[in-house]
């Protein structure tokens, strides 16, 4: 069974820096692009990052290009999405995501883990 | 490329026809994806490439369309089907999703 279970969320002020990361379990991790899709409270799903089974290539939404870095450690099964220069505007849900093998859609997420940017 | 999704929300009754409708400001042929989110869960894959059912989803959730119109239908709305709808393409390696459908109970 694929499981996705994400951690490292928090409070933290604005301006500030956050690592998440995403236990991936029950499927060849190595072999699947991964997201970060995030979804602020009441509003609606939101894709932040992606990253490619070898690491090699990733891709940022506008919004968060030159703040995030998405990178994964294959040995560990695990990704991650280091935040900094943290805004009001990044508090949100942080979903983890598999994607297909052709890349276009999200098969699998995690429950996400909540990420509030407050001073 | 931005989807719109219509209605926003709407209101309907265990047993009903329900169509929701989303529309992308280019064409993107089929390669669109609907996914159901229900309060404090993550979204699920419901269907792919417009109208591929993904695997272990009732029959009852169907899709259509191609280039800019696409529509997911649910043939008789089940208690558990109450939830908010969420269209999604990817297009230049950006994924994008419309601003979601709430479907309550009337």
């Known amino acids: 069974e694929v499981q996705l279970v994400e951690s490292g969320g928090g409070l933290v002020q604005p301006g500030g820096s956050l690592r998440l990361s995403c236990a991936a379990s029950?499927?060849?991790?190595?072999?699947?692009?991964m997201s970060w899709v995030r979804q602020a409270p009441g509003k609606g799903l939101e894709w932040v990052s992606t990253?490619?089974?070898?690491?090699?290539?990733?891709y940022y939404a506008d919004s968060v290009k030159g703040r995030f870095t998405i990178s994964r450690d294959n040995s560990k099964d695990t990704l991650y999405l280091q935040m900094n220069s943290l805004r009001a505007e990044d508090t949100a849900v942080y979903h983890c995501?598999?994607?297909?093998?052709?890349?276009?859609?999200?098969?699998?997420w995690g429950q996400g883990t909540l990420v509030t940017v407050s001073s | 490329i931005q989807l719109t999704q219509s209605p926003s929300s709407l209101s309907a009754s265990v047993g009903d026809r329900v169509t929701i409708t989303c529309r992308a400001s280019q064409g993107i042929s089929s390669y669109l994806a609907w996914y159901q989110q229900k309060p404090g869960k993550a979204p699920k894959l419901l269907i792919y490439?417009?109208?591929t059912l993904q695997s272990g989803v009732p029959s009852r959730f169907s899709g259509s369309g191609s280039g800019t119109d696409f529509t997911l239908t649910i043939s008789s709305l089940q208690p558990e089907d109450f939830a908010t709808y969420y269209c999604?393409?990817?297009?230049?390696?950006?994924?994008?999703f419309g601003q979601g459908t709430k479907v309550e109970i009337k």
């Open positions: 029950g499927f060849t991790f190595s072999g699947y692009a």
């Open positions: 999604q393409l990817l297009n230049s390696y950006r994924w994008t």
């Open positions: 990253i490619s089974g070898n690491g090699f290539s990733a």
């Open positions: 995501a598999r994607h297909t093998s052709g890349w276009y859609y999200f098969d699998h």
């Open positions: 490439t417009a109208s």
